[in-house]
């Protein structure tokens, strides 16, 4: 089974300019996260989406990132503009959460910004 | 939000046992335990997650006192691939309280 799939792996851009992060769930889990995780430091939730609906967006900054899940499946994060605190790996995860599961969550890779 | 303290490092040679102490003094009654693994490079990855006592599965046990205000992560007979970043947790298993990473414990083991 494919595990969560984010593309791309690696991104390097000036600041000021648009960037856009794409996340494809595990198939079935109908929970997913975006994390941003600077040098050292553990992840820092973003916004958790329950299907297509966004339940936690508290710590997004919303002047600069937006995110969306059309269709409650894949997601997709953008940053515009682009400012250089930005710089820091963006964690996908996803989870599938009935009653009496765990709760797992499921990361991918990573996508790792780079603003000069 | 529960939070969590954990040592910012340790150090082990290969083949030791290894206990990684989490405290968790706010802990809420619907809240789990959970560890996650983290290698350079790639996203946390699920270990472990207990209530109470003791939980074991093929990678390491979870030890939860009864007041359960900290637990302890075992890893038995460690190796270099065991190198990483471990993440206590503490949640409710649906999620309606948001997990919180901290920094985690950094494991390095050495030859």
């Known amino acids: 089974e494919a595990g969560v799939v984010q593309s791309p792996r690696y991104k390097i851009i000036e600041k000021k300019q648009p960037v856009a992060f794409w996340c494809n769930p595990i198939s079935g889990h109908n929970t997913l996260y975006w994390y941003l995780q600077n040098l050292g430091q553990g992840p820092e939730l973003l916004i958790r989406y329950e299907n297509e609906e966004a339940v936690d967006d508290s710590q997004l900054p919303k002047d600069r990132f937006s995110a969306e899940r059309l269709k409650g499946v894949d997601s997709t994060l953008k940053i515009q503009p682009a400012e250089l605190g930005d710089s820091a790996v963006y964690l996908c995860a996803s989870s599938l959460r009935p009653r009496g599961s765990t709760g797992e969550l499921f990361f991918g890779e990573g996508s790792r910004l780079t603003v000069l | 939000l529960a939070k969590t303290t954990q040592p910012i490092s340790m150090d082990s040679y290969e083949g030791q046992e290894v206990n990684i102490t989490c405290s968790h003094n706010n802990i809420a009654t619907n809240d789990y335990i959970t560890w996650y693994q983290q290698f350079p490079s790639q996203g946390p990855r699920f270990i472990i997650q207990?209530?109470?006592t003791k939980v074991t599965n093929e990678v390491a046990s979870l030890f939860i006192p009864a007041d359960r205000k900290s637990s302890t992560l075992s890893l038995p007979r460690v190796s270099l691939s065991d190198t990483a970043v471990y993440y206590c947790?503490?949640?409710?298993?649906?999620?309606?309280?948001?997990?919180?990473f901290g920094k985690g414990t950094r494991l390095s083991v050495i030859a």
């Open positions: 947790l503490v949640g409710d298993k649906q999620g309606n309280t948001p997990l919180v």
């Open positions: 207990g209530y109470k």
